[in-house]
């Protein structure tokens, strides 16, 4: 009988001109790719516009409001604050003085508005109008920085739509740097500990890092040439997840290499025989997860529709490398890559190379005598723990509380809610037919929830005017608040009378309200702050009452917005989920040629993602104290659980079957967990720790989405993939591959 070394050997040449070739292939993409890391986020946008969903009626009012512009500019909400205090005529003179210097800054556009003085006299607003084209990470430092200089006695805050936008800016900001090098630097340490070997986890992570070069350079240049839009929460997400895939798929490979090395004496043999024995798990691995995200292209929000296509590119990328970069460059080192621990040819029967010791023939042994006992006992477990889900609170947070720690925008949201109508600064926009504008402002007026309503107008210094009250009444207004502002003060000869002066002060003698194509546009301050529950719940009363008036009128605004953004989740999750169920199903059947085996591992899969969210749902409440979580955390922890998770038991099962078509079903589980416990634990831990470095970006979403991605690809690798599969595949034996179980030995 021929041993293996006996086998055909490839010519010298190819044997080094092939994997020169891919090097210097890998080495070019790599040196092109890697400038790019920080050129990125030039083609990388915070801006409202790629989150919002595209059909919403939202979206729709923010693209129509240039029309009743001259420019496109976003608000930015100056708040000033003495720590309580009233503040006096001079300190109001002061911020009046102060932030009508801003105009000189070429992002302002417009009339800045006069200091709005609260009721209570302890908070003043002053509203900016900043270019839609700005970049607020640069600007706004530029403003704080001029009102410095005015050296007033409040403090003051930039929030609004512009302060919000910044903050999220600068949060987003660690991603090129900080991100990457924590995700890789705990990702060489796992590595470390798990080869033992100061050579190989550089030869992995050198693969995972050309690969992520590799996508970088696609992604630049297709978000350059608007085919895909990418934001800072795609970015970070697609850092994470190429390191994450593509150390997971060099695992694999990895130990399918050092395996084959005890069979085959000369090292390309090896590296060629570990290539044809991983590439079909690799490649399912990998396209199940490109599957899985492809699906979220049926998402309505833009921000979920665009991380579609950036983490397919990147997980494409993650095979390749996977494939040919990390046998080149294993090629190149030989068995020396293992230094210090080089494994050694054994000319021994296939059989004979397993492990005599270890957890996982300890492991394997127990499910063998346990199995029922093991898959019954972890099922109750898992099912317990899905009872946190009755707390999970996926319904939506205000936008004040998307970023951790501090925030200026958030401290004014804070200012103004306690001291103005919750919605000034940022109010509900009513785009409606001009033959309609009276019915809709009395409806307006009449609305619970709404604080005061203004038209957009021409030869108005402020761009608005009142409505609902005559001119008489206005007038009379104005009036009573310079007489109140007068009283007490000596009379001087020769000054005017309070009526002359609230003649001169009325500024909407020559006002006019702005139709553009027949439709007018309504601003709408509500009661309540504009990004919290209570105003998204009068946006749709005004969408109710005001549709039955005239069908054709949109609202928008920062609280339409967030209840858009919250409705398109919904919908997203409810027709992803699905879709992601359908394919990986279909993608598993044919894989492991068995109708029974995926529905089984599917089962196991959700069993394993209910007890996650179950156990992040009562973390988050209870020790955390978050204010609740945004419905995309529920689906994009689904996408990269399930997908990803799907990876584990790929590796598994596909050995499995091999192992099962030799020596049956029962043997072959045990042996498949045997041989894969390791590279699948240490995958599990690899992946998790690296969705676990998005933590260090203080955003709410990323935070809670790093803990439950890393959580549960822990949980499923150690209690699902480790225990619960085995178990179950060796209670049900052959049937498991049912209906095209003939072929497995008994």
Not at 47 to 71: I, Y
Not at 125 to 144: Q, R
Not at 210 to 230: E, H, Q
Not at 600 to 605: E, I, K, N, P, V
Request: aromatic content about 8%; hydrophobic content about 50%.
């Amino acid at each position: 009988m021929k041993t293996k070394n006996s086998s055909r050997t490839l010519p010298k040449w190819v044997r080094v001109i092939v994997p020169s070739v891919i090097i210097l292939i890998w080495l070019t993409l790599g040196s092109i790719g890697g400038p790019f890391f920080g050129k990125i986020s030039e083609v990388s946008s915070n801006d409202q516009a790629t989150f919002l969903p595209k059909s919403a009626e939202s979206t729709k009012v923010t693209k129509e409001l240039q029309k009743f512009q001259d420019s496109s500019t976003i608000p930015a909400v100056l708040v000033f604050y003495d720590d309580g205090k009233k503040l006096d005529a001079n300190s109001i003179a002061e911020i009046k003085g102060a932030t009508q210097e801003l105009a000189k800054f070429n992002e302002v556009e417009g009339d800045i508005s006069p200091p709005i003085v609260s009721d209570d006299g302890k908070a003043t607003l002053v509203a900016v109008n900043i270019s839609s084209d700005t970049e607020y990470k640069e600007f706004v430092p530029k403003l704080k920085a001029e009102l410095d200089k005015a050296n007033l006695d409040a403090d003051y805050y930039v929030s609004g739509p512009v302060g919000f936008t910044n903050d999220l800016a600068n949060a987003f900001s660690g991603i090129d740097g900080i991100l990457l090098g924590v995700a890789l630097s705990v990702v060489f340490i796992i590595l470390l500990i798990v080869y033992r070997s100061p050579i190989l986890p550089f030869i992995v992570l050198l693969s995972a890092i050309f690969a992520l070069s590799a996508a970088i350079l696609a992604v630049f240049y297709l978000a350059k040439a608007d085919i895909i839009t990418l934001n800072g929460q795609v970015q970070g997400i697609l850092f994470i997840l190429v390191v994450g895939a593509a150390t997971d798929y060099a695992l694999l490979y990895v130990a399918r290499y050092k395996e084959e090395l005890t069979r085959h004496e000369r090292t390309y043999q090896a590296i060629l025989t570990s290539w044809k024995r991983s590439f079909e798990p690799i490649v399912a691995a990998g396209g199940t997860v490109i599957a899985g995200l492809l699906c979220l292209l049926l998402s309505d929000l833009s921000s979920n529709k665009a991380l579609g296509p950036v983490s397919a590119i990147g997980i494409l990328m993650a095979i390749l490398g996977a494939l040919t970069f990390l046998p080149a460059l294993l090629m190149l080192f030989g068995r020396v890559a293992f230094w210090p621990r080089i494994p050694k040819f054994i000319k021994e029967s296939e059989s004979e190379v397993l492990p005599t010791k270890g957890i996982w023939i300890r492991t394997a042994s127990f499910i063998a005598k346990h199995a029922r006992l093991t898959w019954a006992v972890t099922s109750i477990i898992l099912l317990v723990a899905c009872f946190g889900l009755f707390q999970l609170k996926a319904d939506g947070v205000p936008q004040s509380d998307l970023i951790l720690g501090t925030s200026s925008a958030r401290d004014g949201q804070s200012i103004i809610s306690d001291h103005f109508a919750g919605g000034s600064g940022t109010p509900a926009q009513i785009i409606a037919s001009e033959a309609k504008k009276d019915e809709i402002i009395k409806s307006l007026d009449s609305t619970k929830g709404v604080a005061s309503v203004v038209i957009r107008a021409d030869n108005s210094s402020s761009g608005t005017m009142p409505v609902g009250k005559s001119e008489a009444e206005l007038k009379a207004s104005i009036k009573e608040s310079i007489a109140a502002g007068m009283s007490g003060q000596p009379n001087i000869p020769g000054m005017p009378s309070v009526d002359m002066i609230a003649q001169q002060a009325y500024p909407f003698k020559n006002a006019t309200v702005k139709v553009v194509d027949d439709e007018v546009l309504i601003e709408a301050t509500l009661s309540d702050s504009a990004d919290s529950e209570a105003a998204q719940v009068t946006i749709v009363r005004l969408r109710d009452n005001l549709h039955e008036i005239d069908s054709s009128v949109r609202i928008g605004g920062v609280s339409a917005v967030q209840y858009d953004v919250k409705t398109s989740s919904n919908h997203d999750r409810a027709v992803v989920i699905p879709a992601v169920l359908v394919v990986i199903t279909l993608i598993l059947m044919v894989l492991l040629r068995s109708i029974l085996a995926p529905i089984l591992l599917l089962g196991t899969t959700l069993l394993s993602f209910g007890a996650t969210l179950g156990i992040s749902a009562l973390l988050f409440n209870h020790l955390w104290n978050f204010p609740g979580a945004d419905p995309s955390v529920v689906l994009y922890g689904f996408i990269f659980f399930v997908a990803l998770g799907i990876d584990y038991n790929i590796f598994l099962m596909t050995r499995v079957r091999e192992e099962s078509l030799k020596i049956g079903t029962r043997k072959g589980v045990l042996r498949g967990l045997i041989v894969t416990g390791g590279v699948i634990t240490s995958a599990g831990i690899v992946l998790a720790s690296t969705f676990a470095a998005l933590g260090v970006i203080p955003i709410l979403f990323l935070v809670q989405l790093a803990f439950i991605v890393a959580f549960g690809v822990l949980l499923d690798t150690i209690i699902v993939r480790s225990l619960l599969v085995p178990a179950l595949v060796h209670d049900i034996g052959r049937t498991v591959w049912w209906p095209f179980q003939r072929r497995i030995n008994h």
